[in-house]
């Protein structure tokens, strides 16, 4: 058995959890003396860093949401100045606002490591082709993964996502052995590869990276068969620092959180701890992390601790792969979409009226978002050119704020359903992947 970074992976689990101790004490002193908002919050539950004395004392911590980054946008929980970050990423927030994380020169290199790792436990070798068909930009499944391929040693191939005939291309030209993207988009490049009249399977590619999204058994079974590769689930969140938080070992039986890096609860509806086997709401505090530390992060994915120790000799805990969120936010081709940010980007506008719905479809294996609106009374004139320039201005407006292609379909005032009571605003048709 090899591993990555094998003195930690193998770790006995009570040396893990004095290194985990000494990690904590110094996270929490670290948001106690920098971030207003943690020193108010133990301020007023009376608390002082010097309290936490055992890893049980985590419990008497206060919890961060993910509300927390947004009210304090942009930078107001980075616990060093902005001029010692190296970067900056962000993710989608609840208010059209996004949630903005910083990293340290530490912190990637960090992040790096922790990605490595996760390749490594799989069976990625320094100088395997690898390609990383994820967005670029502010997303942190693009520039994170990247940086794990290059710091194993891998040939890095910053495919982005798009242009999927040349994706195609490169996997078949370039000998590429390792690819990474979401699992939708993998089955859609499956798809593309037959309407080329390439069979997927006589690609060269062996290991599939997918994550980003829930994924299901099935779509597992369907991409090893028709690439021919083993496929491994990928878990994170930008908050923790992107992917590379949890990751499936060659057992594909549950994913590895690194506790060197992070402590894991599992919590039930009353904030109680869940026992392994029982599902619950993923918390997580961060324990190596210099710009951003969270302490109680209540990530809103729903899993499970596994209960068994895991054959492949690592020590940390294994994650039940994720059942789906405690709240209601929504995956859209890989981007963190809340139904109330859709609302507010359309109440703000005076075109549109009080009553929309999101309907969302499957389509070739990718995500499809109708946005079904209706029209106010005042912007109602009859007249076609005045319904395609409100449709254009609401699909811009959309675009411009979520980054996400939808189709705006305008309907007439009183058209949509009226319930009493909490109104179902979002229609999502698709199957499980
Ligand atoms: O999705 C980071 C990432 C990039 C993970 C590439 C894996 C691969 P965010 O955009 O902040 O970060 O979205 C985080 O996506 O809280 C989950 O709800 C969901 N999610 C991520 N991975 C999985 C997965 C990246 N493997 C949110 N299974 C998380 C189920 C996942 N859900």
Known sequence: MEYWQPEIETMPRKQLQELQLKRLKKSVNAVYKNVPLYRKRFDDAGLKPADVRSLDDLKKLPFTKKSDLRDTYPFGMFAVPLQQCNRLHASSGTSGKSTVVGYTKKDLETWADLMARCFYMVGVRPGDVFQNAANYGLFTGGLGIHAGAERLGCVAVPAGTGSTQKQ?????????????????????????????????????????????????????????????????????LSEMMGPGVAFECTEQDGLHIWEDAFIVEVLDKNGEQCAPGEKGELVLTTLLKEALPLIRYRTGDITMIMKDECPCGRTSVRLNKFYGRADDMLIIRGLNVFPSQIEHILMDMPEVGE???????RVNHMDEMTVRVEMSDKAFSGELGDLQKVTGKVTKKLKDSLNLRTKVVLVEKGSLPRVEG???????????I
Not at 214 to 226: D, F, G, I
Not at 355 to 361: G, T
């Open 422 to 432: 909490k109104s179902k605003k979002v229609i999502d048709m698709r199957t499980a």
């Open 355 to 361: 009553y929309f719905q999101v309907v969302l479809e």
């Open 168 to 236: 195609i291309e490169m996997i078949r030209d370039f000998g590429v052995r390792v690819m990474h993207c979401t699992p939708s988009y993998a089955l859609y490049i499956a798809e593309t590869c037959k309407k080329m009249g390439i069979e997927p399977g006589t690609l060269p590619l062996r290991i599939g990276l997918f994550g980003a999204e829930p994924w299901s058994a099935n779509t597992r079974v369907q991409l090893e068969k028709s690439f021919g590769i083993k496929a491994y689930d990928s878990y994170g």
